[in-house]
């Protein structure tokens, strides 16, 4: 071969080779991108569960005012009552989560199975003590 | 003209003609993958904006509780739902059906589509102004896509 085809065919191979770089690198930067909606949308699920149970009546009182007592150590049966509320709002959810409240004194009661997730909005009751939910991705 | 230079003018017209066809595969391969990200951009940009009305549906001033006047309390009112899934003709959400089951089922908005549906559920409170009772529920949104 003459030393004129060897440095075209040289040409030709860089050229073929950085075609070949330019397609892996579009290939990769079209994958690696992060789906943050699906993360905002778990967290509006995990903040509609927060702010619904809040409300939700049990018995002559409602949840609110279990989890004070429950944190407070009234009785038994306002922890029982929170709990049931818990895991009827739980059941609505098909993701893995974990509800926490923090009670006042440092107390912590977490239910559900989620370790590692997209927490809600805490939200701090009358009595300082604070509850919020952590869901997980699927 | 001599026969040399009309063998270079044909290699120059050759590598041209060579040349614009590379690009031409070049430009078409560019737009299309343009053309998938728009819209791969776009089919996510629908599916979160389906997805967000879990969290429009209830903040609606339409269909949640107030008090007054003030709207402090996370909740569905159940009559205002009621009514609600009556006039809601004239509103325009797309091809979905959006529920809400709460005891019984509450069809609050359904304009069938064609194919396959998507759905997205999400926990709701609601309120029922008979008894004065915060419950539970669940708001079921459907999408075809």
């Not at chain 1, 060897?6 to 030709?12: H, P, Y």
């Not at chain 1, 990769?28 to 789906?35: P, T, W």
Request: proline letters at 1%; one cysteine or more; a negative charge.
């Amino acid at each position: 071969m003459k030393k004129g085809q060897v440095e075209t065919v040289g040409l030709v191979i860089i050229v073929i080779l950085l075609l070949l770089i330019g397609l892996v690198v579009l290939i990769f930067s079209s994958r690696n991108k992060v789906d943050s909606s699906e993360d905002l949308f778990l967290t509006m699920k995990a903040n509609n569960l927060v702010n619904s149970i809040l409300h939700v009546d049990v018995g002559n009182s409602n949840f609110e005012q279990k989890v004070i007592d429950c944190c407070a150590g009234v009785d038994e049966l306002s922890c029982r009552d929170m709990e049931d509320v818990i895991s009827s709002g739980m059941a609505l959810i098909d993701e893995k989560m974990t509800f926490s409240v923090i009670c006042i004194g440092g107390e912590l009661k977490s239910f559900g199975d989620c370790e590692f997730g997209l927490n809600s909005v805490r939200l701090k009751l009358p009595s300082e003590d604070i509850f919020y939910a952590t869901i997980c991705r699927k | 003209m001599n026969k040399k230079a009309q063998i270079g003018i044909q290699e120059t017209i050759l590598v041209i003609f060579v040349f614009f066809i590379v690009l031409m595969i070049g430009m078409i391969f560019f737009f299309q993958l343009n053309m998938k990200s728009i819209q791969n951009d776009i089919d996510q940009y629908n599916e979160f904006r389906f997805k967000q009305l879990i969290d429009i549906v209830p903040n609606m001033a339409e269909l949640r509780y107030s008090k007054l006047g003030v709207e402090d309390v996370y909740c569905i009112d159940l009559l205002k739902a009621r009514a609600f899934s009556e006039i809601s003709s004239e509103y325009d959400f797309g091809k979905k059906e959006i529920k809400l089951i709460s005891g019984d089922e509450i069809v609050l908005y359904s304009k069938i589509g064609r194919g396959e549906i998507r759905k997205v559920t999400s926990p709701v409170c609601v309120y029922d102004p008979r008894n004065g009772k915060f419950y539970l529920g669940e708001l079921d949104i459907g999408w075809w896509a």
